[in-house]
């Protein structure tokens, strides 16, 4: 295995196609993995703008992603977990491709907001991640208004079955 991420190293690819047939394996088809992988380089050049506009820590980009879930979706992302019944396991990697793209468009928004209105420090940015939230949450209004129905969904990518904790101490 450390053979395998000395090779990823110096050849890129390897770790997108381990990444690719990762999530094979666990049942998504070819195009939700598509859209998850270009959700994390869209994070990626977010998180890298937020940076250049003073945000630091973690936790402060934890507070900006939860603006744009709470504009479009209604929930933070523990909550929206907690309606999805996850408890460790990625929120992302158990969305529908519907809910992948809102969270995309809501992150691209967000970027393209701060490079235009160049935010500082918190307060700043979680204006701009709630008006980018904003942008999802007009597409989520649309979308769903032609489907007659919610488009956010209890239904989990990985069907996850939990085994009763106070049952193993019995």
Do not use: C, Q
């Not at 235009?116 to 420090?121: C, I, R």
């Amino acid at each position: 295995m450390g053979n395998e991420r000395i090779d990823e190293v110096f050849n890129p690819e390897l770790a997108i196609n381990r990444a690719i047939d990762y999530y094979r394996s666990r049942g998504y088809d070819d195009d939700w993995i598509e859209a998850r992988l270009k959700g994390i380089m869209n994070r990626n050049k977010l998180t890298d703008v937020w940076k250049k506009t003073g945000i630091t820590e973690s936790y402060e980009f934890g507070i900006l992603t939860n603006e744009i879930y709470k504009e479009w979706s209604g929930m933070s992302a523990k909550e929206y977990k907690e309606f999805k019944g996850l408890r460790k396991e990625s929120l992302r990697d158990n969305m529908s491709d519907i809910e992948v793209a809102l969270t995309d468009l809501g992150e691209i928004a967000t970027r393209e907001l701060v490079k235009e209105h160049k935010p500082y420090g918190l307060n700043e940015n979680k204006k701009i991640a709630k008006a980018g939230g904003d942008v999802a949450k007009a597409a989520k209004v649309t979308m769903e208004e032609k489907l007659g129905k919610s488009i956010i969904s209890k239904h989990n990518k990985l069907s996850y079955k939990y085994i009763d904790d106070s049952k193993l101490i019995e």
